[in-house]
Structures are given as structure tokens and as C-alpha cells.
T-cell receptor, first 112, second 114 residues
């Protein structure tokens, strides 16, 4: 099955700085890579996703990059704001089915 | 409803009792997932349904855990003879089905075993 590793487990940045979270996956057949944000006490919510036929995707201050050869993908948040503070999860899904495997999560803290 | 609904939202039970957690997925979603999240931890996969069948039950922690889905819709997760280590938030998610599409999460059931 798929195995997803996520780093770092915690990340502290100053407001306005950029934050980068990295994930690696094991199954080369994986072709869908979503990122979820979970605020304290709330459910995880999708913030951006990327499919394997695309190398990069941007949505305002958030971008995701995918390197299929190296089997890693990253979340980039620019101009961080205190409301970006949350736990972020990456995930991978492989073509054989709909099984969604999550990374261990990154707790991002943005200091005002 | 518009989203994934889970009930109850909170459950306190005595050690040794059985509990049933319910998930109502978004109408028409064929894929359904159960995850467990301990305080401050990640998302631990439990089981995944495609329709009424469960292609992957590998995440169920022990034989005290079981899950079923009927009519391709509602799913129940049953924990028998609950233990204190079962205390966690149990999250359900659904997605439309075959293909690479977004999974939507419910608000979770916070289970406390005392």
C-alpha cells in the first residue's frame, strides 16, 4: 500500500514569511495529491490539490508542486498570516482505487 | 444535508461498553472513509468503503472494531468492549467515487472512554 511521509512535524514562521511543507510518497501509481487544513477543533478541509499530469498549481497565496520522478510534493504558503496557523495534512491516492493515505501532519504557527 | 454528518458529536462511555458511531455521507458519494485522530495527532486510517464493500480493512486496530455500510449510504463504526485507549475523535469522510476527487470530512465524533 501507499506510505506518505510529511515534514516538518512543526513549523514556526514570522507573519509575512513563507512556509514550505514537504511530503514524499511510496507508490508510483499515486496520481492525486490533496492538501487539507485543520484548524483547532474543526474538521480537515481541502485547500488545494494537484493531479499527476500537472507539475505546479497556484491559488492566491498557496501553491503546490509535484515531482513525480522523485515522488515528492510540497505546499508553499507565501505572505503568511496568523489565520494560516493550523495543522496541514498532505495525502496521496493511487489509481487502483479510492484509498486516501495521509501524512502525519504539520503544525504551522504564524507569529504576529 | 449538504455535508457529511456524524452522530453523536460527543460520546462518553464506560470502559467495557459497546458504542456505535454513525456517518451519513453526502448523497451520491460512493466512497466512504473512517479515520481516527487522537489528541494532537495525525489521521489514522481505519477502513474504507466503495459502495457497500470494504476493499481495505487493514487499519482496524483490533477485532473489537467493525464497520458496515448499507444501501451505499449510511455507515456505522462499532467498537465493542471499549478501552481507554479508544478515546479519540473518529472522523468520517466521503467522496464521489471512482476517479480522483475531493474527500469531504464530517465534524467527527469525540469518544471518551472513562
Amino acid at each position: 500500500g501507499e506510505n506518505v511521509e510529511q515534514h516538518p512535524s512543526t513549523l514556526s514562521v514570522q507573519e509575512g514569511d513563507s512556509a514550505v511543507i514537504k511530503c514524499t510518497y511510496s507508490d508510483s501509481a499515486s496520481n492525486y495529491f490533496p492538501w487539507y487544513k485543520q484548524e483547532l477543533g474543526k474538521r480537515p478541509q481541502l485547500i488545494i490539490d494537484i493531479r499527476s499530469n500537472v507539475g505546479e498549481k497556484k491559488d492566491q497565496r498557496i501553491a503546490v508542486t509535484l515531482n513525480k520522478t522523485a515522488k515528492h510534493f510540497s505546499l508553499h504558503i507565501t505572505e503568511t498570516q496568523p489565520e494560516d496557523s493550523a495543522v496541514y495534512f498532505c495525502a496521496a491516492r493511487y489509481n487502483a482505487g479510492n484509498m486516501l493515505t495521509f501524512g502525519g501532519g504539520t503544525r504551522l504557527m504564524v507569529k504576529p | 444535508g449538504a455535508g457529511v454528518s456524524q452522530s453523536p458529536s460527543n460520546k462518553v462511555t464506560e470502559k467495557g461498553k459497546d458504542v456505535e458511531l454513525r456517518c451519513d455521507p453526502i448523497s451520491g458519494h460512493t466512497a466512504l472513509y473512517w479515520y481516527r485522530q487522537s489528541l494532537g495527532q495525525g489521521l489514522e486510517f481505519l477502513i474504507y468503503f466503495q459502495g457497500n464493500s470494504a476493499p481495505d480493512k487493514s487499519g482496524l486496530p483490533s477485532d473489537r472494531f467493525s464497520a458496515e455500510r448499507t444501501g451505499g449510504s449510511v455507515s456505522t463504526l462499532t467498537i465493542q468492549r471499549t478501552q481507554q485507549e479508544d478515546s479519540a475523535v473518529y472522523l468520517c469522510a466521503s467522496s464521489p467515487g471512482p476517479g480522483n476527487t475531493e474527500a469531504f470530512f464530517g465534524q467527527g465524533t469525540r469518544l471518551t472512554v472513562v
